[in-house]
């Protein structure tokens, strides 16, 4: 009989949830329970009692990111499954609300409401604006939709694959060209060794001075210090930042007053108990029948 510990500051929503599924021969283990052989929870509550776990099988983190369990030092005897598919929506629900908050002007409209002034300057358009979408995994995919939505260009920077049919032209291995024309720019990188500060002084520089970078993926792809110059010059026209090298972003870090920049604490996609709970009710489906889950990490790459 397959046994669960729920290591989350939401385990007693989980546990109602996952409950309320009844999941064939599941049983689900009050602490300490060490007898479990599957763990689902956040991923840093999970690598502080991994090795305490003789018996485990499968660990499913409840976030995208899994770098508390990526150490080469831990063990890795266990498949692991993160949180994908969930947050594509609500990251649209983020960067939408952002790229339409700059193109209707809504700030300025806001400032001229509070002054009493009438303000009839013309507003900018989504329409025929190109979006450049560094990495179209699940969350790009979605990303891709919405500006579609929006009648917007889209192009996909990916390692090699093809697959999402609202990306309207792909690039592999120029970034420079493929940031080269764009309005907006959007990383929903992964951390891996690979990514770290892939968007670097060089790049940011390619992009036209009227595009917007935004950074919902992992704050480890961008050179901040690259990025606050080209802020404070104008290289690029602004920035919504919701990641970061450092979390939380400490006080009198230089972003937190760059130009044209807005900032959020990773919130862009909070893990809600609903979502990420049916996400483990399918892959245990899977598990119980032998068959392949869903959103296996693989330990080298990182995602």
């Known amino acids: 009989m397959p046994k669960l510990r729920i290591l989350s500051k939401h385990e007693d929503e989980y546990r109602r949830l996952i409950e309320a599924a009844n999941l064939r021969d599941l049983k689900i283990l009050p602490a300490p329970g060490l007898e479990a052989d599957i763990l689902f929870g956040e991923p840093d509550h999970i690598r502080a009692v991994l090795a305490s776990f003789p018996a485990l099988a499968w660990v499913q983190a409840n976030w995208a990111g899994v770098e508390p369990l990526l150490d080469p030092a831990l063990r890795r005897d266990y498949i692991l499954t993160n949180a994908r598919g969930v947050f594509g929506p609500l990251m649209s629900e983020f960067v939408f609300g952002y790229l339409l908050l700059h193109e209707r002007k809504i700030l300025q409209r806001l400032a001229a409401q509070k002054e009493q002034r009438w303000d009839p300057t013309l507003t900018g358009t989504l329409r025929g604006k190109t979006i ?27 390692r090699s694959s093809e697959t ?24 929903v990188l992964p951390n891996t060794i690979e990514t770290r500060h892939i968007i670097d002084a060089q790049v940011l520089n390619a992009l036209p001075k009227h595009a917007i970078f935004i950074n919902v993926g992992r704050g480890s792809a961008v050179d901040e210090s690259a990025l606050v110059r080209a802020l404070e010059t104008g290289a690029i026209a602004g ?28 919130t862009s996609a909070p893990s809600f108990p609903e979502d990420i709970a049916q996400l483990f009710i399918e892959n245990y489906r899977l598990y119980v029948d032998n068959k392949l889950l869903k959103y296996v990490v693989d330990f080298e790459r990182g995602y």
């Open 132 to 158: 450049g979408l560094l990495g179209v995994g699940s969350i790009g995919v979605e990303l891709a939709r919405t500006a579609k939505f929006f009648g917007m260009r889209v192009h996909g920077f990916t």
């Open 164 to 187: 999402c049919p609202d990306v309207d032209e792909y690039f592999h291995a120029d970034l420079l060209a493929f940031v080269s024309g764009l309005d907006y720019f959007v990383s």
């Open 239 to 266: 920035s919504v930042l919701d990641v970061f090298e450092q979390e939380p972003l400490p006080a009198g870090h230089p972003l937190w007053s760059a130009p044209n920049t807005f900032i959020t604490s990773h």
